[in-house]
């Protein structure tokens, strides 16, 4: 049992904490010991009241007397709704002390992307991407750690942070191992609920085991009432005490405090009046205390309890409708009282109020003694208070969504504003909660199509099912017109597609187009539909859509960017029937101006989404100008990190740039990117086309490399099987899987993957072989057990390919010909394929033509060749094979 010792009231919380801290003083002696060494994360969970604060202090100044840099900040039952509440105040001490130079220096790239979320720099003209903003805080701490080391983070009350800081605080915790920093998180346990609660439970598995805080014993408790009290304080009493506040330690204070002030004699004579005391000092006789006060006083801790941060006798004031003098009496009233108090300047939190509640249960019992009606009321002061400092109508917000509806025009459109300033920074959920208030107010008829159409759009990418809904009934009412109902019209189309109902996305599209006059508004729309059949994996396709596709596409000059999309998504249908290359490239370069994309259509611009330009940049890749698709690979790529966009749109531009690399045969560079591709695409979630995207790539490059048995793990670990999403993937993932499943041995299944892939094909009339490449492989399979039938399949592909016309479809075609061959005919044609390939950008697949003309000719200079080739791309298993070859050769000889 822990020594009990006499020590100060003050210090009653940290009664028998012996073994918290010395945990804490191991964390600290590793973190000082070396800059190198790895974070460590430590979770105090306990009850209100069991000093988790004190503790926190404790740490603080042990912490500070080591010469450690500490930034703490607290969560508020009031806050929550605040988004990156907690985390600016743990961060802002340390960048509002630099000039906004020195804070863009350290901060490097991610200062336009974080700095508006921590409330440093304005946010710039575009919504900003939530997972972007949280990888920028990840980042912004990660810097100044390393600045400020050796740093110690103390976040209190964390089950009342809002859910931007948990967010960030998961992933921060995550990234601890590389990073020489202590974080030290204080929560209750069951407070929060849904996200939030999952977000703590992420955190506490990242530190191992959490540390519970127990209730003080009544040894403890006994030496802290003769502590406080004196010696005088006798066993029956000390016991009662105890009985009474149940070991807690912030009641066992607050109620010594009241035996003082009573003049009670502890004695056990006495003990009877304990309880009535310990009512008085918590609840309603906390309530009571505050009526004894007078009304004044009263008025002043209701505001306090209202504005819940930053309280100054100032704004208090004006709260409570009273004079500055009378504001002034009652704030010291209420610190004499023990209600409030002033902030420890050594705690570093950014708040720049002159008060604050003495404990978190003070402020929660004083907020909810407050009547409902006059709670209400005050919020809607509060909330012109906030607005008239200049705080701005995000940080007024919270206090709006407290106000009772009330057809209030003006507060309809304060919480538009608000919504839209919580987008800017990136937080959705905030301008969902503001939207979703406003509705109830609710708004003006005119107004009230444009509300919900605002909604549906800050819920698009966090929850499509419910975008569906605010989307169609915004349709469905008068007020939306114009280039705006197309916009909803086209938003509406990206939720059911992102909640996997493409078929309806179309089915809607096409619609709508149907009412519009011809104009730019139905051009748009049928560009639109298109783009969705055009991505979209079923066969139930429209009836001659490639057809009235292409009949539209021959009137488009490329005025404008309707008209270019058009143009793109010809070219895309094109080269996914196996057209003329040529033909489909002089389509994708009419949809650019002066080769580059037109302005409207860059990547981080919404009116059109990524899904085209990256049928834009796929076209070009399966017709050999790997040229240009890896410039729009890349250039994806920079715009999105430029602009902090770290979601699905960079794990897809990963994704595609990695099949741009495994393309060219960069296959090493290719199962980079591709990892990198997944990593992210996990933090979206499994199952979206983007996550299909990542695992299709990752495991045809592995097959490619010759790590078969990686391959596989891959594709178990993923769910890289049937059934397959309803959006079409790149490459084919029916023949990737095919391929793999021939690669483990498994040629009977290989076989029916395949002629899976071939029926879907047809029915989709997508015959470019190098994209749907099902009929190179199942020739293969099929060479012994039906030749007659391989070689037919192999002169299909030499059709395709020929019909396509680049050195890569061709080169692959000849490559299965030749394996269908043998003696001086296999020898010809794999020397023809050799010579188309050569010519082609697909490096690892001259490098296995090379290898397997070499094997034909029986030439070890061939064999050299493709072996220097295959080293080149990383393929491993293509050099095992040319190896073994030269080696039989020798042999041989």
């Not at 912004?140 to 983070?153: E, K, N, Y």
């Not at 611009?605 to 796929?618: H, P, R, V």
């Not at 690979?633 to 699905?648: C, P, Q």
């Not at 023949?735 to 041995?745: E, H, N, Q």
């Amino acid at each position: 049992m822990t020594e009990v010792r006499p020590m100060a009231a003050s210090s009653a919380s940290l009664w028998e904490r012996d073994e918290e801290v010395a945990a804490v003083e191991r964390a600290i002696d590793v973190l000082c010991a070396d800059r190198s060494s790895a974070g460590s994360l430590l979770v105090f969970r306990g009850e209100s009241g069991l000093g988790k604060t004190a503790l926190l202090t404790e740490i603080r100044h042990r912490a500070e007397r080591r010469g450690c840099t500490v930034w703490s900040a607290r969560g508020g039952e009031t806050l929550k709704s605040v988004p990156f509440n907690v985390v600016r105040q743990l961060l802002q001490p340390a960048l509002v002390s630099l000039m906004p130079e020195e804070a863009r220096e350290y901060l490097g790239d991610w200062y336009d992307i974080a700095g508006p979320a921590l409330g440093i720099t304005d946010p710039g003209e575009r919504q900003a991407d939530p997972q972007g903003v949280c990888d920028g805080l990840v980042a912004a701490v990660r810097r100044l750690a390393r600045r400020d080391w050796p740093l110690v983070l103390l976040v209190d009350d964390a089950h009342w942070a809002d859910q931007e800081t948990l967010r960030w605080l998961a992933a921060f915790a995550e990234r601890l191992d590389d990073l020489s920093v202590l974080v030290v998180v204080a929560r209750r346990p069951g407070e929060a609920g849904g996200e939030s609660a999952r977000l703590l439970d992420a955190v506490a598995a990242t530190a191992g085991p959490v540390t519970t805080l127990s209730a003080l014993t009544p040894d403890a408790v006994a030496g802290l009432t003769r502590g406080t009290l004196g010696e005088q304080a006798d066993a029956p009493f000390c016991r009662e005490v105890w009985a009474v506040t149940g070991g807690n330690p912030y009641e066992t204070v607050e109620l010594l405090a009241k035996v003082q002030d009573s003049e009670l004699e502890p004695a056990e004579s006495s003990a009877v009046e304990l309880r009535p005391l310990n009512r008085a000092a918590r609840g309603g006789g906390l309530v009571a205390r505050l009526e004894e006060l007078g009304i004044d006083a009263t008025r002043f801790a209701w505001a306090a309890a209202i504005l819940g941060a930053e309280i100054s006798v100032h704004q208090v004031a004006r709260l409570a409708g009273m004079s500055r003098d009378d504001a002034a009496r009652c704030a010291e009233l209420l610190r004499t009282a023990r209600i409030l108090t002033e902030p420890d300047p050594a705690s570093g939190q950014a708040d720049d109020g002159e008060l604050e509640f003495v404990h978190p249960l003070i402020a929660s019992a004083v907020y909810n003694s407050i009547p409902d009606a006059l709670r209400t009321a005050m919020h809607g002061i509060a909330a012109q208070v906030v607005a008239d400092s200049g705080r701005g109508g995000a940080a007024a917000s919270r206090h709006l969504l407290q106000v009772h509806p009330d057809d209030d025009e003006e507060l309809v459109e304060q919480l538009r504003e608000a919504a839209r300033e919580h987008l800017a920074v990136g937080a959705p959920d905030a301008a969902r909660r503001c939207l979703e208030r406003a509705l109830l107010e609710p708004p003006l008829p005119e107004v009230h199509a444009r509300v919900l159409y605002e909604l549906g759009c800050a819920t698009l990418l966090t929850a499509p099912a419910t975008t569906i809904g605010h989307l169609r009934t915004a349709l469905a009412m008068p007020g939306l017109d114009g280039d705006e109902r197309v916009d909803a019209v086209y938003r509406l189309s990206q939720a059911l597609l992102h909640n996997d109902q493409l078929e309806e996305a179309v089915r809607m599209v096409e619609a709508e187009a149907a009412r519009q006059a011809p104009g730019p508004a139905r051009l748009r729309l049928q560009a639109v539909q298109y783009m969705w059949e055009g991505i979209h994996a079923s066969e139930a396709v429209s009836p001659g859509r490639s057809e009235s596709l292409a009949e539209l596409a021959r009137t488009c000059t490329g005025r404008d960017n309707s008209e270019r999309a058009l143009l793109i998504l010809r070219g895309f249908d094109a080269m996914t029937h196996g057209e003329n290359a040529e033909e489909v490239v002089e389509l994708c370069d009419r949809s650019l101006v002066n080769g580059r994309l037109a302005p409207g259509l860059g990547w981080t611009d919404t009116e059109w989404g990524i899904e085209l330009l990256m049928m834009l940049a796929s076209a070009y890749t399966y017709t050999d100008r790997l040229d240009r698709a890896d410039s729009l690979f890349n250039e994806a790529l920079r715009a999105y990190e430029s602009a902090g966009w770290s979601g699905g749109h960079l794990a897809i531009a990963h994704a595609y740039l990695g099949l741009g690399h495994r393309r060219r045969g960069r296959l090493r560079e290719a199962e980079e990117t591709l990892r990198e591709s997944l990593r992210l695409a996990e933090r979206v979630g499994r199952g979206l086309p983007l996550y299909w995207s990542a695992t299709c790539n990752l495991v045809d490059t592995l097959l490619a490399r010759g790590q078969v048995d990686e391959a596989w793990q891959v594709a178990e670990q993923y769910g890289f099987a049937p059934p397959y999403p309803s959006t079409i993937v790149l490459p084919d993932p029916r023949s990737v899987r095919g391929r793999l499943l021939l690669a483990v041995g498994r040629t009977k299944d290989a076989v029916n993957e395949l002629e899976a892939a071939e029926k879907a094909a047809a029915a989709r009339g997508h015959h470019n072989p190098v994209l749907v490449p099902w009929a190179v492989d199942l020739a293969r399979a099929l060479a012994t057990e039906d030749p007659a039938r391989a070689a037919r399949l192999a002169a299909d592909v030499r059709r395709h390919a020929e019909r396509l016309g680049t050195d890569t479809a061709i080169g692959e075609a000849l490559r299965c010909a030749a394996f269908l061959e043998t003696g001086q005919r296999a020898v010809r044609l794999a020397a023809q394929a050799v010579t188309y390939l050569e010519s082609s950008p697909c490096q690892y697949e001259h490098a296995a033509a090379r290898v397997e003309y070499g094997i034909a000719a029986r030439s070890a200079a061939e064999l050299n060749r493709g072996l220097t080739l295959a080293r080149s791309c990383g393929a491993d298993g293509l050099v095992a094979q040319a190896r073994e070859a030269l080696r039989t050769l020798e042999t041989g000889r």
